[in-house]
């Protein structure tokens, strides 16, 4: 349990689902309807997501283990690594996640004529490792990196299929969809490790990294969180409008109660959060939002058909 912790099994299972929906509720059933018959095989899809799975549970491992200091600080009834799991066979567990996962997604990229496309992988997996060793210390760049990897997820289905198909991925019915899911995922992503900078703000003084609240103050932060949280309402709301107009009221319903309550709370708990507590919860329902967008893949479905 402990290296499942390490790993962050939750997390992980949001990327599965996000595979998995794509696959059975989105890509499959669109694709039989429009005739546009998807080139990537289920072996493909199955590499496709463990590959992703691998990479992102290597990430986090590394993230613990370069934490250590700051996670004493912040969060010393929760540390892993040096207390449950010894540093050497953290770096090992690193190790083989990460190999794992890049093997798997350079046998994917063979397997579809395109090896060099395998670049994605390594790219994300040093992506990753150097958010955890230098840029989550620093102002916005850790932030924009893990947001840019937690957008790139849905996305990956579109550049897979755009390998076997480049002239023709346009016209790919279910396209909009994932493109759409991948900057909700940015942006969702970006404002909870916004929200994370200012509950994990003490350990980060203690150890001088510039994150957003500690150059701009909690009040400075809060400012962007809320503004980057009304971006998004504003986006849904446009969506809302149109299916309004189309009489969708399910679509219209879903985003309402699953989307934009959570996202008002959100801003709720932001504008009066003043502890680490506050803050954490605050995150937590950040998850929420990634969670409701993830699942309106199955409300998609069922709208069309």
């Not at 957008?151 to 198909?165: A, S």
Request: proline share 3%.
């Amino acid at each position: 349990m402990a290296y499942l912790r390490l790993a962050r099994w939750s997390n992980l299972l949001m990327i599965v689902l996000i595979f998995l929906l794509a696959k059975t509720q989105l890509i499959d059933p669109v694709s039989e309807l429009s005739g546009v018959i998807s080139c990537i095989s289920n072996l493909h899809w199955l590499l496709l997501a463990l590959a992703t799975m691998l990479i992102a549970a290597s990430g986090n491992v590394v993230n613990d283990i370069f934490d250590q200091n700051i996670d004493f600080h912040n969060k010393p009834d929760k540390i892993i690594v040096g207390n449950t799991i010894s540093e050497a066979n953290a770096w090992n567990y690193y190790y083989g996640l990460g190999s794992v996962g890049l093997g798997l997604g350079m046998f994917l990229c063979w397997g579809l004529g395109n090896l060099s496309n395998s670049l994605i992988f390594m790219l994300s997996a040093g992506g990753l490792y150097f958010y955890s060793y230098s840029y989550k210390r620093q102002f916005l760049i850790g932030n924009l990196v893990v947001a840019f990897l937690a957008g790139l997820v849905p996305f990956l289905p579109l550049y897979f299929q755009m390998m076997c198909t480049p002239n023709m991925w346009m016209e790919l019915p279910w396209a909009p969809v994932l493109v759409a899911l991948g900057f909700f995922s940015f942006l969702t992503t970006l404002i909870r490790e916004m929200i994370k900078d200012m509950e994990d703000l003490k350990g980060d003084q203690l150890l001088k990294c510039t994150t957003i609240p500690i150059v701009l103050g909690v009040k400075g932060a809060k400012a962007i969180v809320i503004l980057l949280l009304m971006v998004l309402m504003s986006a849904i709301v446009s969506l809302q409008t149109a299916w309004i107009h189309d009489k969708d009221w399910l679509m219209f319903s879903y985003f309402l109660i699953v989307v934009q309550l959570p996202a008002a709370s959100t801003i709720f708990l932001v504008m009066r959060g003043k502890t680490p507590k506050d803050f954490h919860l605050a995150s937590t329902l950040t998850k929420v939002l990634m969670l409701g967008g993830i699942l309106s893949m199955v409300v998609f479905r069922i709208a069309i058909l």
